[in-house]
């Protein structure tokens, strides 16, 4: 898959000390060209020079490590810009097995409390064998009550649906 080779050759590039940042950095830029959706289509587009690519990657990226812009410059070149978000995600990956972390999705009816994450967040530190969670709380108004908890592709249903699923399949 070529988005983990990407990903594994910026996570080489970077230094667990700068993991994160980058991390936080590609999602910076993927949101800015998400807020514009023809923006993505710029990088398709053949009529323009990969030399203006670069300008506005250069333009986007103002602030950021270096690396970050050389390594987009470089998706460029390979024309693998619209690639990002794969790369993206398996860099998170590689970021979260190299600290040790796992990204839980929390499904709740009403937005978690910074107390509820935190409780969570040690009961699934605990569950896990001590990995360091972080949660991304989703807020769905279809749920009657409860969480569900979606990490590595296992679900945790806690819901009351789930419950009520649960309960049927033993009747």
Avoid: H
Avoid at 2 to 15: D, R
Avoid at 44 to 65: C, H, L, M, S, V
Avoid at 67 to 80: A, M, P, S
Avoid at 129 to 147: E, F, P, S
């Amino acid at each position: 898959m070529v988005e983990a080779e990407y990903a594994k050759a910026l996570s080489e590039l970077a230094s667990t000390k700068d993991a994160q940042e980058i991390l936080n950095e590609l999602n910076i830029f993927i949101e800015a060209l998400d807020e514009n959706p023809m923006s993505w289509q710029i990088f398709d587009a053949p009529n323009i020079t990969d030399k203006d690519k670069k300008e506005i990657i250069a333009n986007t990226t103002k602030g950021f490590d270096e690396l970050i812009t050389r390594f987009l410059y470089v998706l460029v070149d390979n024309k693998r810009i619209n690639s990002i978000k794969g790369i993206r995600d398996e860099y998170k990956l590689i970021v979260n097995n190299t600290i040790k972390a796992v990204d839980v999705n929390v499904t709740s009816k009403r937005p978690l409390t910074n107390d509820q994450k935190k409780k969570l967040s040690d009961l699934l530190t605990s569950k896990l064998g001590g990995r360091m969670v972080k949660i991304n709380n989703i807020v769905d108004n279809n749920l009657i009550g409860g969480i569900k908890c979606e990490y590595e592709g296992k679900l945790i249903d806690f819901s009351v649906r789930g419950k009520i699923k649960n309960i049927r399949s033993l009747l």
